[in-house]
Nanobody
Framework: VQLQASGGGSVQAGGSLSVSCAAS????????MGWFRQAPGKEREFVGA????????YYAGSVKGRFTISRDNAKNTVYLQMNSLKPEDTAVYYC????????????????WGQGTQVTVSS
């Protein structure tokens, strides 16, 4: 599976951005798709993940209620909609795919996209 992230950008606090992640490979629908972020000087942080069936998603407490993950298996694409953005959401955002049923641990994801920058100004 190869992952290509796009979207992101810069926005003022309170605004919205979305990022998408297109996957190649015929088995995309079998993977857990996760989103992570990494701010300068910090470790990579779990943002959320959605199971292959698309019927459930789990979010980190810091983004729950503001971020939404969705996926379109027919398009091999997963999306991260970010609303009510805060300056502390500033980071490089990565999509990742895991063969596990669920994980919040970066090391348990098998494939990674290249990352896309999200910058939120106050």
């Amino acid at each position: 599976v190869q992952l290509q992230a796009s979207g992101g950008g810069s926005v003022q606090a309170g605004g919205s951005l979305s990022v998408s992640c297109a996957a190649s490979g015929s088995t995309f629908s079998r993977y857990l798709m996760g989103w992570f972020r990494q701010a300068p000087g910090k470790e990579r942080e779990f943002v959320g993940a959605m199971r292959w069936s698309g019927d459930s998603a789990y979010y980190a407490g810091s983004v729950k209620g503001r971020f939404t993950i969705s996926r379109d298996n027919a398009k091999n694409t997963v999306y991260l909609q970010m609303n009510s953005l805060k300056p502390e959401d500033t980071a490089v955002y990565y999509c990742a795919a895991s063969a596990r049923l669920f994980s919040m641990i970066p090391g348990q994801y098998d494939y990674w996209g290249q990352g896309t920058q999200v910058t939120v100004s106050s």
